[in-house]
């Protein structure tokens, strides 16, 4: 097993210099680290990263060669309630991901505009979930795409707040305010959701996609796009459906590779259907979806070592709580499928078993895909009940990261103690992924799985630790 997955990251000081400074006012200064379980807080000053010549790599935000990591700041003590968020970015290094070299970011940081006046949302605040980022028009620097909501709207049968894409531009180029995608006829007035990047025609290019709010169809922007917001070529013939999208990974090599996107239905729990849009290099994604198993977890990598992108979709353990629907059928229930790439049926596994005590209506959490060890195949990074399990065909290999016993004055459940896996990245360079597990202390972590405060990058798959970092640490204090 060996090499990479996706990581959302955020930009260096050097590349947003003529956004209002870089970093929410107090936001970056100095505080005293709390102690953080697996090893101590890391760095109580910040540093400014060294900025690079470039990258390919959409997650290398200041082009110096390594993988960046973006985390939710919360302002105010990050409680269930806090509603004030800012975007974190802690920067890789040849020694890995360095907490103590980071920078916190807010709206006016990133140029957008102030959020539509139905929004109870504080003037500064941007959340993690609306930001991805890709490097639109290909100067070698990524950019933030935010997706901001704006004033409510009618378009259709459709009422909803107008959702637009805006790109704060990397590199050194000056800019005053954020640009806003431009979008099809057919999806402008109310804009888009569920925002992915992706290379979906494998030209080297990163291109958008998201789902048309008025139901018209599922919109891709392919690019290269130009500092006006205008992508190379927009493709509406796919359809709508009502669910989130997942896309494959860019290569961080900066290689042309085809991204899938998978359609996620809606889900009230119960394990929803799935349909994929395959990518092919030269084309656009396939008109034809192909319908998948049922799964509300997903993870795209090569599982089978054959060079080729497979799929892998499965159940999360979570489950519709209304009288009838708290079980699966026995194709779905405990159990994942991995669709190969080069075709061919999908081959199934069985997940982690769990002692029924342990359980929740919420599941443990998702998929990711993980090469820890290098060799070129992913395996599978599944959360469990107790933590998580990476999942390299038949061999299952735990991996254990636990919360305080008390934390803001209270008792923490042991059942609900457990750090859930995110995603893993290479952050060093040495083509070894670390994984990257976080907690929560308040009740909506250990249902949802947010908000989370502690962070570890493990050692590969042992209980090592590359390093570990408390976002309150990060936290600006509240104007």
Known sequence: MKPRIAVVTLAVCTALAPLSGCGSGDGTAAREP???????????????????????????????????LVVPVAVGGGGADALDERVGVVYGSAKGLDPSTRTVLGRVD?????????????????????VTTADLDGDGFPDFVTSVQGSMVSDGNVVAARTVPYVTW????????????????????????????????????????????????????????TRSGA???????????????????????????????????????????????????GAQLSATGRRLRSGN??????????????????DDGSRNDEPGYETEPAGVDGSLAVYPGAGGAPVTYRLPETSGSARTDYGPGGYASADPDGDGRDGILVATYEGAALMDGTRRTTVLRNGPATANGRQIPAKWRHARPVRAADFDGDGKDELILNWGADAKFGFYGEPATRWWITDGTTSRDRATFTTTDFAPRSS
């Open 34 to 68: 709390s102690s953080s379980p697996g090893g101590p807080s890391t760095g109580a000053t910040t540093r400014t990263p060294a900025p690079g010549k470039g990258s390919k790599d959409p997650d290398d935000i200041n082009g110096d060669g390594h993988r960046d």
């Open 231 to 281: 992508p190379a070529r927009t493709d509406t013939s796919l359809p709508w459906a009502d669910g989130e999208l997942i896309a494959d990974a860019v290569d961080p090599s900066g290689a042309p590779r085809a991204t899938s996107l998978l359609l996620h239905a809606v889900s009230d729990g119960e394990q929803s259907g799935n349909t994929l849009y395959t990518a092919r290099r």
């Open 110 to 130: 990133l140029g957008l505009p102030a959020p539509g006046k139905q929004l109870l949302t504080p003037k500064d605040s941007v959340s993690v979930a609306d």
């Open 170 to 225: 990397g590199g050194s180029t000056a800019q005053a305010a954020a640009t806003p995608v431009q979008l099809p006829q057919s999806a402008a007035r109310s804009g888009l959701r569920s925002l992915v990047r992706g290379d979906f025609d494998g030209d080297g290019h990163h291109d958008l996609a998201g789902l048309a709010y008025n139901h018209s169809s599922l919109v891709v922007l392919y690019g290269p796009f």
């Open 297 to 314: 977890a997903h993870a795209f990598g090569d599982f089978d070592g054959d060079g080729q992108r497979d799929v892998a979709v499965g």
